[in-house]
């Protein structure tokens, strides 16, 4: 008995020092949820307040063993306590940067990839989730999802990965196709789709340098694919980059008290009841907006297309119609406030409702207030369009560009993709901006591809946003592609000037040099 015990001690003491692969078959039992969740617990108790080297055995088997884990849940949803037991390990610190030096990056990122690939397989055959093992394929991935996001959270690990295009493409591509599904799906998918897109984001889009490698990754998503299912990975794919490239910039809303003229009770009924009104509810861009929005409500609908039957003023001054909302607001309500106001207006950060004052033009005689007809240029104060968004030359350095414009060659049926067209569009706008992208669109040969799309977008009146984007485009090719002509036969000239310079000199030399010869003689 006392041999059969000192036994069991000693296979017990191989088992905390290295857990052996039955470990894994009960943690994985397909049979008894209860296996499992007693076979976690152990693991748990064995390895709570004890060396690290005993953690580091455990987590290193279910590091080896992740693939299998995700793999057994396609029959039977056993990997639940596999993945929350390695979550719990992962918990430890020490834990986490020695599975990283283990090689768990990688790992992880192949085994997200494969059951992200998993989903998109049963989307490619039309199949609706029905059965248990598909809904909990969701459940499986959400739970790798946030183990990697914990992990990249340490920023010892995040620079690991950042430094990786290779997992920075699985994991970008895995998040493109996630949120094109269609039939696969779920909240969970959406959930996983928004956690890595956060993440993303939040560790690639900090500094220039990550940034390139993030657009980079993008691009190179571009030309993965078939063509069945490039439409919706090609418009996340487009509008991941218009949103790295060209942030939306959201219209400021600010609200105002539209007030009638004392002076003309009697000849206006009624009042705008609902004040404040927001720019929101059809008072901008312009003032015009305004004046049309105030003849609406009072019912003054013969000066609906009158630009002169009614004026509008702000803190005392007429303001011309087409002058935008927001531009009065700050350019002349704003410093009226502060200088008309107590000290404690002045220094307040709170954004006031504007007080516009409407009126019958005329009525009151001859107008007296001063005129606002235009307002101070911004000019000065806008950033280089070459600094502001230098960011889009990566599209010309990584190839962006070409494939872009290739993808719009190919595109004959504008309308019917007029949603991805115009993101396209949008993007190679602004790389137009920076000079370098020019020349690249240049080398490419662009202008009459795009002069092609230009005659059908003229065509179909639904296509004019598209018809205006090609010809700035166009246009912005073509003034660069006059000024690389302009420098090159300057350039031209100079060289020519130069080798008559020097050929003149060399005729000279040698006239010397024959007078010299013959003064010898």
């Known amino acids: 008995n006392n041999n059969n015990n000192n036994n069991d001690n000693n296979n017990f003491s191989n088992f905390i020092q290295s857990p052996p692969d039955w470990f894994i078959e009960l943690l994985l039992c397909p049979s008894s949820s209860l296996v499992r969740s007693?076979?976690?617990?152990?693991?748990?108790?064995?390895?709570?307040?004890?060396?690290?080297?005993?953690?580091?055995?455990?987590?290193?088997?279910?590091?080896?063993?992740?693939?299998?884990?995700?793999?057994?849940?396609?029959?039977?949803?056993?990997?639940?306590?596999?993945?929350?037991?390695?979550?719990?390990?992962?918990?430890?610190?020490?834990?986490?940067?020695?599975?990283?030096?283990?090689?768990?990056?990688?790992?992880?990122?192949?085994?997200?990839?494969?059951?992200?690939?998993?989903?998109?397989?049963?989307?490619?055959?039309?199949?609706?989730?029905?059965?248990?093992?598909?809904?909990?394929?969701?459940?499986?991935?959400?739970?790798?999802?946030?183990?990697?996001?914990?992990?990249?959270?340490?920023?010892?690990?995040?620079?690991?990965?950042?430094?990786?295009?290779?997992?920075?493409?699985?994991?970008l591509s895995g998040c493109v196709k996630l949120r094109y599904l269609r039939l696969q799906r779920t909240q969970l998918t959406d959930e996983c789709a928004t956690i890595l897109q956060k993440m993303l984001h939040d560790k690639f889009l900090s500094n220039e340098s990550d940034t390139k490698k993030y657009v980079a990754a993008c691009v190179k998503l571009l030309s993965t694919g078939s063509n069945d299912d490039d439409q919706s990975k090609l418009h996340s794919v487009f509008e991941e980059i218009n949103s790295v490239l060209c942030p939306f910039t959201p219209e400021k809303e600010i609200f105002l008290v539209l007030n009638k003229s004392p002076t003309q009770e009697d000849f206006i009924r009624g009042n705008m009841n609902k004040n404040p009104y927001s720019t929101k509810d059809g008072c901008s861009p312009l003032m015009r907006d305004v004046k049309n929005k105030i003849c609406r409500d009072m019912e003054l609908t013969g000066l609906v297309e009158d630009d002169n039957g009614m004026e509008l003023l702000v803190a005392g001054q007429i303001i011309?119609?087409?002058?935008?909302?927001?531009?009065?607001?700050?350019?002349?309500?704003?410093?009226?406030?502060?200088?008309?106001?107590?000290?404690?207006?002045?220094?307040?950060?709170?954004?006031?409702?504007?007080?516009?004052?409407?009126?019958?033009?005329?009525?009151?005689?001859?107008?007296?207030?001063?005129?606002?007809?235009?307002?101070?240029?911004?000019?000065?104060?806008?950033?280089?369009?070459?600094?502001?968004?230098?960011?889009?030359?990566?599209?010309?350095?990584?190839?962006?560009?070409?494939?872009?414009?290739?993808?719009?060659?190919?595109?004959?049926?504008?309308?019917?993709?007029?949603?991805?067209?115009?993101?396209?569009?949008?993007?190679?706008?602004?790389?137009?901006?920076?000079?370098?992208?020019?020349?690249?669109?240049?080398?490419?040969?662009?202008?009459?591809?795009?002069?092609?799309?230009?005659?059908?977008?003229?065509?179909?009146?639904?296509?004019?946003?598209?018809?205006?984007?090609?010809?700035?485009?166009?246009?912005?090719?073509i003034n660069e592609s006059n000024i690389v002509r302009a420098t090159e036969l300057i350039s031209e000239n100079d060289q020519i000037d130069k080798m008559d310079i020097e050929d003149e000199e060399d005729n000279n030399e040698r006239e010397v040099n024959i007078k010299e010869q013959h003064q010898q003689k």
């Open 38 to 171: 007693l076979t976690a617990n152990l693991a748990l108790e064995l390895t709570r307040n004890e060396q690290e080297i005993r953690i580091f055995k455990f987590a290193d088997l279910l590091m080896k063993n992740l693939s299998r884990a995700t793999t057994s849940c396609e029959q039977n949803n056993t990997a639940n306590e596999f993945l929350k037991l390695f979550s719990k390990l992962l918990q430890n610190s020490s834990v986490q940067l020695y599975l990283v030096v283990r090689g768990l990056l990688p790992c992880l990122v192949n085994v997200i990839s494969n059951e992200i690939e998993k989903i998109v397989l049963l989307e490619s055959k039309q199949l609706f989730p029905i059965s248990s093992s598909e809904i909990s394929r969701g459940l499986i991935l959400r739970e790798l999802v946030r183990i990697f996001v914990t992990l990249i959270e340490v920023s010892s690990i995040a620079r690991v990965f950042c430094n990786s295009e290779e997992q920075l493409f699985m994991i």
């Open 320 to 477: 011309k119609l087409g002058l935008p909302v927001i531009a009065v607001y700050e350019k002349v309500w704003l410093p009226h406030v502060r200088n008309s106001g107590s000290a404690s207006t002045r220094n307040d950060d709170s954004r006031p409702p504007m007080i516009v004052v409407f009126r019958l033009a005329g009525l009151d005689g001859e107008a007296t207030e001063p005129i606002v007809e235009n307002l101070p240029d911004e000019d000065e104060n806008r950033m280089d369009p070459e600094e502001q968004f230098k960011l889009t030359s990566v599209m010309g350095e990584c190839g962006g560009l070409s494939q872009m414009i290739d993808w719009l060659e190919n595109i004959n049926d504008l309308r019917g993709q007029h949603s991805i067209v115009s993101i396209c569009l949008r993007i190679l706008y602004h790389c137009c901006k920076v000079r370098s992208n020019r020349i690249c669109l240049i080398k490419l040969n662009v202008i009459g591809k795009l002069i092609d799309k230009l005659s059908i977008a003229f065509a179909d009146e639904s296509l004019a946003e598209i018809a205006e984007l090609l010809l700035i485009i166009i246009e912005s090719i």
